[in-house]
């Protein structure tokens, strides 16, 4: 039974390498494959080329496009058909100029079928020959062996895959088609391998042709517009995959600019070429009217993002880059002589694993890294990774006028108030950024040290004196925004059954063990309701106990209170980002900005839709799910909060 499918998209290709390309498919020891060609707009001579090798053989199925559309189209085009067999278990490409040995299917299918089930890839070495066929005798087997053997994780920072592989057709239907030329298979292996596990075969089954005339790896060499296009490709599949994954930015790159010219263009091409890549750049265009950003923009990159401040000194942009930052390192970036490809991946490696006391790290000149754990006056702070907070401290000692700094604020609610409503709201000011670490418990009160002026924390905090008086002593403007406690308890009954990666690396709520034995969501609202029974293994307190504290910071001094539905409704929503707007005033004033158009800035920026934890925000929601018993078991345990809450008169609703 053939159980292995072949692909090979073919356009206009050498006989020279095209003959002995299908015969070393058509040669395999291993035979039972079916093998579709897809001619994709390829000259006459190609396609002659084609029908001479395989005339005759049942296992050749040709398809046709009239005109060229590419590799992953192609790709896409012949797996299709692969799909439909339902005997085809095992999946693989070829290329129209390489060779391969005769146990090559063998060696790779024999790997996969006798592995364990989660094994979805295996790939193996090869070797390189040039457009002769002759060996590319610079690249030592042993080295380039040791070189692919890699985790799966190590994928996210290069592909080293290669050309040599075969997957299994289970994993290749989750990963879903090929895509983002010219990284197509790239891109499908960080999607593939999040499906499955891969294995390395350390022996060579084929010859790679490197450089050869129209191959991927010749056209990238002989442009800088196609490396350009690559490279954007490459970043991209990254990018893609870290937000597919949960894995935020660990590093932001400030650059000041204040201009366009060549000089600036070369320093950012050589940023973008860095081999770390998990960090996010922000281009402070100082030039007048944008002109740097005109000119940069073309250089393409996910990772990207310009800040306008024309008017703005370079310190002031400095520290408005690093309130932007939002990850854990911060790096300004400014002209060097000496920056080789791993300058950011070694700093970044040390600072990962130093303890709290390094501040930073920066590259000697002999290549080494070096440590600093004291700031020292007028920093010289460029080039060097800091911890972000000290890289702001680093930058606000130095000489230099500032303007005003923002407020730094938190948000306080109970649960399932519209804490994310809020966060959006608070982010429409301009320049106000969410710190890396979203949230903050009691239990860890030090990391509200780290959120600078201009960046917005979040918690879930009960009242007590003493949080109420760190959070005074830290500078924090706190908004503390509470909801009708009926409809807490029936967004909350839906949310422990919803799937999510802000629960963990197991993607659930703590209580969904507990609530996924219960049959209906009656059942589970009285849960929540009532809490479990104190033998229960998984203890949830009632919806009382799970809220008051909460709901005790409306009494506390200097708090800005705000009712989730007056933010819902239409007509109080604009006066209720008003209050806000006053309670925050004297931290605003160096915006420049009336409040009315800042209001529309805060209420335009409000995407309920982007949010994790978002499902209908509606206003008495809990009439259409409350029974009777719910209502009667709600009063017993909360009604009195009801009132004093002033949702209600009295018990008789």
């Not at 190590?154 to 040599?164: A, D, R, T, Y």
Request: hydrophobic share 35%; charged share 20%; aromatic share 10%.
């Amino acid at each position: 039974m053939r159980d292995v499918g072949i692909v090979m998209p073919v356009y206009n290709q050498k006989p020279a390498y095209l003959r002995p390309a299908l015969r070393s498919v058509l040669r395999q020891t291993y035979r039972n494959f079916a093998f579709v060609i897809v001619i994709d707009g390829a000259d006459a001579q190609t396609v002659q080329t084609v029908k001479e090798e395989t005339k005759d053989d049942p296992r050749v199925t040709l398809l046709y496009h009239q005109k060229n559309q590419g590799v992953a189209k192609a790709l896409n085009t012949g797996f299709k058909t692969m799909m439909a067999l339902p005997h085809i278990q095992y999946l693989t490409w070829v290329s129209s100029d390489n060779v391969y040995y005769p146990d090559f299917l063998k060696t790779l299918r024999n790997t996969l079928h006798r592995g364990p089930e989660e094994l979805g890839l295996v790939y193996s070495s090869f070797r390189h020959i040039d457009g002769e066929g002759k060996v590319i005798r610079d690249i030592n087997l042993v080295d380039f062996r040791r070189w692919q053997r890699k985790d799966k994780k190590h994928l996210l920072n290069v592909c080293f895959v290669g050309v040599s592989f075969m997957y299994k057709k289970s994993v290749a239907l989750a990963a879903g088609e090929y895509r983002m030329e010219p990284v197509e298979d790239y891109d499908y292996w960080l999607r593939l391998t999040e499906h499955c596990d891969i294995e390395y075969i350390p022996i060579e089954l084929m010859d790679y042709r490197a450089n050869s005339p129209g191959s991927v790896s010749e056209t990238l060499r002989g442009s800088k517009a196609q490396h350009r296009r690559w490279r954007y490709g490459f970043q991209l599949a990254k990018h893609q995959a870290r937000q597919r994954r949960g894995i935020p930015f660990e590093t932001t790159v400030i650059f000041p600019v204040r201009d366009g010219s060549e000089k600036t263009v070369n320093q950012l091409e050589t940023l973008l070429e860095q081999f770390y890549s998990n960090y996010k750049l922000l281009i402070m265009d100082l030039s007048p009217s944008s002109q740097a950003t005109s000119v940069l923009q073309h250089l393409s990159d996910p990772r990207i993002a310009f800040v306008n401040m024309p008017s703005a000194n370079e310190k002031e942009a400095l520290l408005q880059g690093v309130r932007v930052a939002n990850t854990p390192f911060s790096m300004v970036y400014g002209t060097t002589s000496f920056m080789p490809m791993f300058f950011l991946e070694n700093m970044a490696s040390e600072l990962q694993k130093s303890s709290d006391n390094v501040l930073a790290t920066f590259m000697r000149s002999d290549g080494s890294v070096g440590h600093q754990v004291h700031l020292t006056a007028n920093e010289p702070f460029k080039n060097k990774l800091y911890r972000t907070t000290e890289l702001f401290h680093a930058i606000k000692q130095t000489p230099g006028k500032l303007l005003k700094p923002l407020p730094k604020v938190f948000i306080n609610s109970v649960p399932k108030s519209g804490t994310h409503l809020m966060l959006q709201i608070i982010l429409g000011i301009p320049g106000m950024m969410q710190h890396h670490t979203p949230w903050h418990y009691p239990s860890n009160l030090e990391g509200l040290n780290k959120i600078l002026p201009g960046q917005v924390g979040m918690g879930h905090f009960p009242y007590k004196p003493s949080y109420s008086q760190v959070l005074k002593e830290l500078g924090f403007k706190v908004i503390f925004i509470s909801r009708d406690p009926r409809d807490v308890a029936v967004s909350l009954a839906h949310f422990t059954m919803k799937k999510s990666p802000i629960f963990g690396p197991k993607q659930h709520h703590p209580l969904y063990p507990y609530l996924i034995q219960q049959k209906t969501h009656e059942e589970r609202l009285m849960t929540i309701i009532k809490g479990t029974p104190p033998s229960s293994p998984h203890r949830w307190p009632n919806i009382f106990q799970y809220t008051y504290q909460q709901y005790n910071w409306l009494n506390a001094p200097d708090v800005c209170h705000i009712k989730f539905e007056d933010l819902i409704q239409p007509s109080s929503q604009k006066l209720t980002v008003m209050k806000i707007i006053r309670f925050l005033s004297s931290d605003l004033e160096g915006l420049r900005l009336s409040a009315e158009e800042l209001a529309q800035k805060m209420i335009g920026n409000i995407q309920s839709e982007t949010s994790e934890t978002f499902r209908k925000g509606k206003i008495g929601g809990w009439r259409a799910e409350f029974t009777a018993q719910h209502k009667a078991v709600f009063k017993q345990i909360a009604g009195e909060l009801l009132v004093q809450l002033g949702y209600e008169k009295n018990l008789n609703w």
